[in-house]
Nanobody, 124 residues
């Protein structure tokens, strides 16, 4: 089992930046892919970025050029988002899987482990 805890959410003005942290405990050394998703009321959870154990990164078009996903060892990973826009607001979830970071890494069903989420508010 792997437990994930997100932190770093908050309220920022449009154009600002945030760094979210995902801390993993348990069998974190078995994780091959971490992902970040976000969700707003009434919408499905949307993939934002993912990173594999070799630190190869992938980004959704909506954040490409503004977001950086990184990791420290195998149990902590970060999502930095710059130039935040109101549409970036939502609950951000960290997810993890022992499978690879394939193209299916954009799907919520690919990840068996999830954190509780951290709220990000962006005011215009």
């Amino acid at each position: 089992q792997v437990q994930l805890v997100e932190s770093g959410g908050g309220s920022v003005q449009s154009g600002g930046s945030l760094r979210l942290t995902c801390s993993a405990t348990g069998y974190a050394d078995s994780i091959y892919c971490y992902g970040w998703f976000r969700q707003t009321p009434g919408k499905e959870r949307e993939w934002v970025a993912r990173i594999d154990s070799g630190e190869k990164t992938y980004y959704a078009d909506s954040v490409k050029g503004r977001a950086t996903i990184s990791q420290h060892k195998y149990d902590t990973q970060y999502l930095q988002v710059e130039n935040l826009k109101p549409e970036d607001a939502g609950i951000y979830y960290c997810a993890a899987t022992t499978w690879g970071c394939t193209a299916r890494g954009t799907e919520t069903s690919w990840y068996p482990y999830w954190g509780q989420g951290t709220q990000v508010n962006v005011s215009s």
